[in-house]
């Protein structure tokens, strides 16, 4: 039996066997990042990622709407996304990422449990 101590994630994982349809590139069975890429940061105190789908909308609704009623610590930087690119697996949005390894200074939000 492997001792747990001996392994060690790769920082960058490879999912090597090809699915179908045409989602199957974001549906992996994987955990981490399959590619370098640093996530964009802002001069604001909230930083949103997202495609604009439905529930990155939600959270851009409540942050105009937050800002609207005078909360200046909502302000926000909004960067796309691209899940249909994959973007949601870069080393940056891993290290986020509420489903994987936070990071400090970032306060993240899962959209599925939180709206």
């Not at 747990?4 to 955990?31: C, E, H, L």
């Not at 942050?63 to 302000?75: I, T």
């Amino acid at each position: 039996m492997m001792n747990p101590t001996d392994y060690t994630p790769p920082r960058v994982w490879t999912w090597q066997k090809p699915s179908g349809g045409t989602f199957a590139s974001i549906n992996r069975p994987i955990a981490g990042a399959t590619h370098e890429r640093a996530l964009p940061v802002g001069r604001h105190p909230l930083q949103l990622y997202s495609l604009a789908t439905p529930n990155g909308v939600k959270v851009t609704v409540m942050l105009e709407e937050l800002l609207a009623r005078g909360h200046a610590g909502a302000e926000y930087d909004a960067w796309l996304i691209n899940i249909r690119e994959g973007a949601q697996f870069s080393s940056g949005f891993v290290e986020v990422n509420p489903n994987s390894k936070r990071q400090r200074n970032f306060f993240s939000v899962n959209l599925r449990k939180a709206i």
